[in-house]
């Protein structure tokens, strides 16, 4: 039985205030909350706390390529890059012929899948490596490589499609037979990918001469990487079934299938021309396409799961791909202007001698290192089972800026040479290709001001989702119950985190905490960063107080 105190607190505080919360709680949309549920949260929980646990963050294992993956590092994408002269593919517009039949041959697009099905089976580490290096020589050759290893037809098929499905299809897209594409963006639904136009209609059609339950789709997408030469598209629409041939809902949700390019009224083979980079992309569409229901990932299972399949998958091929191709960039740009700085002469003293000069090339060393240490721990945790959906977008939104930072100060170190294209020119086609990785998957303004900080304050805080989930509770007792509890959680956090902070900038972080085996140097950062992380959580929580629903319209904190 209750406590009689807690029973007067519950009537006194906790139920006015689960009232007033409940009057300010925004609306939270089935795609909203398929969002805010997606993916893992891990050390960045700790961030939000004010007190990180550093002890459990240096535990994390080192990360580390096995023996087989070094050597296919050092072999087969060797070799690879000796093929790829980046002036070539952009004045033909694609890799060489004999390039891509050896990323078949070498099961490059096959990257992600279990040797199981065909694949390599690499790790998350080695997946990022290997696009690394490949950025470094070429960015098209790079993203060629990427996108069938991040989000699309072989990552959905792993975790949501049937054994006949993933029989059928993980073979094939491991050596190449299958090149797939996934296309969700379109006209109207952009960076709002979940406000999608595109339609299908759950009926009856023909199927190699038989009548089958299936769908007919039409659509109109855009800006679809791989979609020109795809013989697969994994295919995002909103499937209505308003003759309820597969229940009493009509309005099923967002869905995803895998469409063969061949079947009729699929159009592909347009090209855009994205900063004149070669990499295959552009549009597709359809036009009242019919398919059979068990080319739905996950069959008839999957119908209307799209948007958490999505989510659920997002944050693992957004760890690795933006991430590893700025380390690319930051990486090839220290070598580049290093040793350009060191040769390049004016006023008879190498250029690197001047302040001037020294300033950009150390922002670009320091870059280079940053960007190397965060795509390993972060590949390192994915590794591991996380699927972290909050760190992804932190590393996606500041790896691909400090890239451009990096390049930026390339070109301005390298002057006229740097801005006469030509073959010998191994830095404008990166400063070119800037726009691309700050747009994909999340555009950095999107990222920055929505899910940074949006989605990370709900998910990471220790008590914020608990209230929202407790003031959407219909059990009202137990609602009551629920918000109490993590009312007074938060009231304590609040208090404790407001303590905190102030030690800690009384003293300058002097008894902030540090591991215990921390040498005399990294324990003054390690406290240093404590310091922070307690103002940080404070002033979170401060603005979610003073904003309330406000918050996801305030993009600028």
């Not at 790896?399 to 002057?415: L, V």
């Amino acid at each position: 039985m209750d406590n009689p105190l807690i029973k007067l607190r519950r009537t006194l505080i906790s139920q006015p205030a689960l009232r007033a919360f409940k009057r300010v709680l925004p609306p939270i949309s089935d795609t909203e909350r398929a969002a805010l549920e997606a993916g893992t949260v891990g050390w960045d929980a700790d961030l939000f706390s004010g007190k990180p646990d550093w002890d459990a963050f240096l535990a994390l294992a080192k990360p580390q390529l096995s023996p087989a993956e070094q050597a296919f590092l050092d072999g087969p994408v060797e070799q690879l890059c000796r093929m790829l002269n980046d002036w070539e593919i952009n004045q033909q517009r694609d890799l060489p012929p004999e390039a891509w039949q050896f990323i078949k041959e070498q099961r490059l697009f096959g990257m992600i899948i279990p040797k199981e099905y065909g694949g390599l089976g690499f790790s998350a580490l080695a997946h990022s490596s290997v696009v690394l290096k490949i950025a470094t020589r070429s960015l098209s050759a790079a993203v060629t490589v990427m996108v069938p290893n991040s989000l699309g037809p072989a990552e959905l098929l792993l975790h949501y499609g049937s054994e006949r499905q993933k029989q059928h299809y993980l073979p094939r897209l491991a050596d190449g037979r299958e090149i797939p594409c996934f296309a969700l963006t379109g006209p109207e639904a952009g960076s709002d990918a979940a406000s999608l136009p595109d339609r299908g209609i759950v009926c009856y059609g023909e199927q190699q001469g038989k009548r089958v339950l299936g769908m007919r789709i039409s659509w109109n997408k855009r800006y679809i990487t791989l979609g020109p030469v795809a013989t697969v598209l994994g295919l995002a629409f909103r499937l209505y079934d308003p003759d309820q041939l597969l229940g009493d809902t009509e309005d099923l949700g967002i869905t995803l299938a895998l469409i063969p390019t061949q079947t009729p009224g699929v159009k592909i083979g347009r090209r855009h021309d994205p900063t004149r980079q070669a990499f295959m992309n552009g549009p597709n569409s359809g036009q009242r396409v019919f398919i059979p229901l068990d080319w739905v990932i996950g069959e008839r299972e999957g119908v209307g799961r799209g948007w958490s399949m999505l989510m659920e998958s997002l944050s693992a091929g957004r760890s690795i791909s933006l991430p590893s191709t700025s380390t690319a960039g930051a990486q090839a740009a220290a070598r580049f202007t290093g040793a350009y700085a060191r040769v390049r002469k004016q006023f008879k003293l190498p250029i690197g001698k001047f302040e001037g000069v020294e300033e950009p090339l150390a922002r670009i060393a320091t870059n280079a290192y940053l960007l190397d240490a965060a795509r390993q721990i972060t590949a390192a945790a994915v590794d591991q089972g996380e699927r972290p959906s909050v760190i992804s977008a932190i590393l996606k939104y500041h790896s691909t800026e400090r890239m451009r930072q990096c390049i930026i100060d390339a070109m301005d170190i390298h002057g006229g040479k740097g801005i006469c294209d030509g073959p010998r020119n191994y830095l404008l086609n990166a400063y070119r290709g800037l726009p691309v990785p700050i747009t994909v998957e999340g555009a950095n303004i999107l990222t920055r001001s929505l899910i940074i900080f949006g989605q990370g304050a709900i998910r990471c805080h220790p008590y914020l989702l608990k209230e929202m989930e407790a003031a959407q509770n219909p059990n009202q007792t137990q609602a009551l119950a629920d918000f109490d509890r993590a009312l007074f959680g938060h009231i304590g956090f609040l208090c404790a985190n407001l303590g905190r902070a102030f030690w800690h900038n009384i003293s300058a972080g002097r008894f902030a905490a540090a591991p215990a085996n921390a040498s005399p140097v990294t324990r003054r950062y390690f406290r240093q960063f404590s310091r922070m992380s307690a103002n940080f959580s404070l002033t979170a929580d401060l603005a979610l107080l003073l904003l309330g629903s406000e918050l996801k319209r305030r993009e600028k904190l």
